[in-house]
């Protein structure tokens, strides 16, 4: 028998479990069931709907960690860039980089 692992989050793995376990079976039992009844269904056993609960489309902050995260990644951008977001914060960065006191 094979071994599954996967990333879920601590409230939603305790909260399945006590689910699945108030049901006679565990998560362990409840994973199998889903796997055999995508094969069963030739896909997903049930129709995929969007949470309402949670934000699926990233925010400007989180959009512009990825960009960053994705270029230090491709070694377009040092990991140790500065970021500037106003004129005031580039102006300032230049002086210290010329070694102007502010």
């Not at 309402?52 to 230090?72: F, N």
């Not at 500065?82 to 070694?99: D, F, N, P």
Request: glycine letters at 6%.
């Amino acid at each position: 028998m094979g071994k599954l692992v996967a990333n879920v989050d601590d409230d939603v793995k305790a909260r399945a479990a006590a689910l699945y376990e108030s049901m006679g079976m565990s998560l362990s039992t409840a994973v199998n069931m889903f796997l055999r009844q995508s094969l069963e269904e030739d896909g997903v056993p049930f129709r995929p709907r969007r949470y309402t609960g949670v934000r699926l489309t990233p925010t400007e902050k989180t959009r512009r960690a990825m960009v960053e995260a994705e270029a230090k990644e491709l070694g377009l951008l040092p990991d140790d860039a500065v970021e500037c977001r106003t004129e005031e914060e580039v102006r300032e960065h230049l002086r210290k980089l010329r070694g102007h006191a502010a």
